[in-house]
């Protein structure tokens, strides 16, 4: 029988799967653009799920998709609930995931040491 501390992390688990599936097939609301879940946070009593996203584009284009994003939040909210047959629905608060620019950033800053050095 699994331990139940690693309970939210196979719900987050799951509920990044079910996201990413219906940003990609179901959400068409055009503010959208190319969104990648990367992770997806669940509190310790399940209550609620930060779901972190990575967009492609500048800064008008990831406004514009996070604003999409949370206009959809009750439909997600409810799909996730519906599809992972929970009892209660999770709080679900898209939160956008700066890591890939900071990673990107920083590759290009020891690129650019490695060069003058």
């Known amino acids: ?20 599936g219906i940003i990609e097939s179901e959400l068409k609301d055009p503010r959208i653009g ?5 992770r997806v946070e669940v509190s310790a009593d ?5 779901v972190m996203v990575s967009v ?3 800064d008008a284009a990831r406004r ?5 994003l949370g206009s959809a939040t009750a439909y997600v909210r409810r799909e996730i609930t519906r599809r992972l ?7 679900v608060l898209f939160v956008l995931d700066q890591g890939l620019d900071e990673d990107s950033r920083i590759e290009a800053l020891i690129q650019k040491l490695h060069q003058d050095g």
């Open 64 to 68: 514009n998709s996070m604003e999409g």
């Open 1 to 20: 029988m699994p331990t139940p501390g690693r309970r939210p992390e196979r719900l987050a688990e799951q509920i990044r799967s079910e996201v990413a």
């Open 56 to 58: 492609l584009g500048d």
């Open 46 to 50: 399940l209550s609620h799920a930060r």
């Open 85 to 91: 047959r929970l009892r209660r629905a999770p709080e």
């Open 34 to 38: 190319f969104s990648t879940v990367t």
